[in-house]
């Protein structure tokens, strides 16, 4: 365990960005400021609004310095965003949205140079969820503002360069289906050359590196001076403290707006790039076989849809759900998941109340989730972390699927917690939930059903 008292971790997430302080001795969060992370529509393409954020983060980080007080910053962010920066260090073009779809004569042009999934273990995906996606898109759509990008940074360490002056790249946000990374060899992949760009690529540190302090005018600004820590790809964070303490295998279903299923103690050989299996980068450089799905955004979705339905209303409703076939298939949010091309319909759901409707929702969430671990061999008991662990509708039917040990973190997203054992705080000990598996009567068929209805 370090020597600092407590950690600030700015920890920002495709939907919300927040700044958490953390005591190392316990690992508990004991303050935390939030705001939405918002997309600016106008310009070359939508991108994120980072003057708001940053004016976020040093608010946060000012009103935090004296109370509770922290002694360093962690960062982590989502991934499938990088900062292209000019001579003078500012942006030379803004933080494109990955959900910005690009011109059909582009993506068949980055489709014909990319590199294989053998080499590089990151599917094609949709939108910009290939950061090299994104930087050949934007180096061909705009040349003239592309050739002023001096330095590429992967999205935490651009956070960590603002605050330093630190220019870094880091192997968790490199390898997280960027097809710029190759994670058997733990370099570059040939994608940096095809694109002309390896000299622009900052320098690669360790998550765990502290970079330096905080810049002299934001030390004034915040009112203390503090080391900064390079950061880490927010999956990857959830993913850090089972690393710590837990013997493979096991798998960790981290859950945010993000579904992210990681195989701890698996291999990559039978992982089926058409289904958005693919190598995650831990933040020790090792390759970890992941799955995923828009799960969070999937249920806010169909939340909104349904209405605010309790567990133990949920729960209630379930056998009737199972045996009258109520069913929702896949994808509510299209372009990712283990179901590519699928389009989201209920089945007898004619006259459904809210409540089943919602249990059908968490039946489908369950599924999802158990296809996706099916597609990189998870052996081992499931944990669950994030939002969804609040969920114990989900959380039951998980343990009765898969037929596995399932244990819930609930009360944390798991990221900030994460980032902040980069600076040597103790992981936090929290309660686990354990959902052992269960006989729901009819599930093995229903299941059988639902699997079936998309063939």
């Not at 030379?92 to 004569?105: C, K, L, N």
């Not at 339905?309 to 998941?337: C, F, H, Y």
């Not at 004619?350 to 996706?372: F, V």
């Amino acid at each position: 365990m370090s020597d600092y008292r407590r950690i600030a971790v700015l920890d920002i997430g495709k939907t919300n960005a927040k700044v958490v302080v953390l005591d190392s001795a316990t690992g508990a969060e004991i303050a935390v400021r939030k705001q939405p992370n918002t997309v600016i529509r106008d310009g070359l393409y939508p991108h994120y609004d980072i003057e708001a954020l940053w004016s976020f983060a040093l608010a946060s980080l000012k009103a935090f310095a004296s109370e509770p007080g922290f002694d360093a910053i962690s960062i982590t962010t989502h991934g499938a965003a990088a900062a292209l920066l000019a001579a003078d260090g500012k942006l030379a073009m803004p933080v494109i949205d990955y959900e910005h779809e690009y011109p059909q004569e582009i993506r068949d042009a980055y489709d014909a140079l990319r590199p294989p999934f053998a080499e590089t273990f990151s599917p094609r995906l949709s939108m910009g969820l290939n950061i090299g996606a994104q930087l050949h898109y934007q180096k061909t759509a705009f040349a003239g503002e592309f050739a002023k990008v001096a330095t590429i940074l992967t999205y935490a360490q651009y956070w960590s360069a603002r605050l330093t002056g630190v220019a870094a790249n880091e192997a968790t946000s490199l390898g997280c289906h960027t097809d710029l990374w190759n994670p058997k060899t733990g370099v570059y992949s040939s994608l940096v050359d095809t694109l002309a760009i390896r000299d622009r690529m900052a320098p690669i540190h360790s998550a765990f590196d502290p970079l330096g302090p905080v810049l002299p005018d934001i030390a004034e600004e915040i009112g203390l001076s503090v080391p900064v820590y390079c950061g880490i790809h927010d999956s990857n964070a959830s993913l850090l403290p089972h690393l710590v303490g837990r013997e493979a295998p096991f798998a960790v279903v981290s859950t945010g707006t993000w579904v992210i299923n990681f195989g701890v103690g698996g291999d990559l050989a039978h992982l089926d790039a058409k289904r958005d299996a693919l190598a995650n980068v831990d933040a020790y450089g090792r390759a970890v076989p992941s799955s995923r799905f828009m799960g969070g955004r999937e249920f806010e979705i169909l939340s909104a849809e349904i209405g605010k339905v309790g567990d133990a209303e949920a729960k209630a409703v379930i056998a009737d759900v199972v045996e009258r076939g109520i069913m929702l298939l896949p994808n509510v949010a299209p372009g990712s998941g283990p179901f590519p091309g699928k389009v989201s319909r209920w089945i007898n759901a004619e006259d459904a109340s809210c409540d089943e409707r919602y249990a059908a929702a968490c039946l489908y969430l369950a599924l999802m989730t158990e296809a996706c671990l099916g597609l990189i061999g998870v052996k081992g008991p499931i944990i669950v972390e994030g939002p969804f662990a609040l969920n114990e509708t989900y959380l039951s039917l998980i343990a009765a699927i898969t037929g596995r040990d399932t244990m819930a973190l609930p009360g944390s997203t798991g990221t900030s917690q994460g980032a902040a054992l980069l600076a040597g705080i103790k992981p936090v000990s929290g309660v686990e939930k354990h959902f052992s598996p269960q006989a729901i009567p009819g599930l093995p068929a229903y299941r059988e059903r639902w699997y079936a209805a998309m063939e």
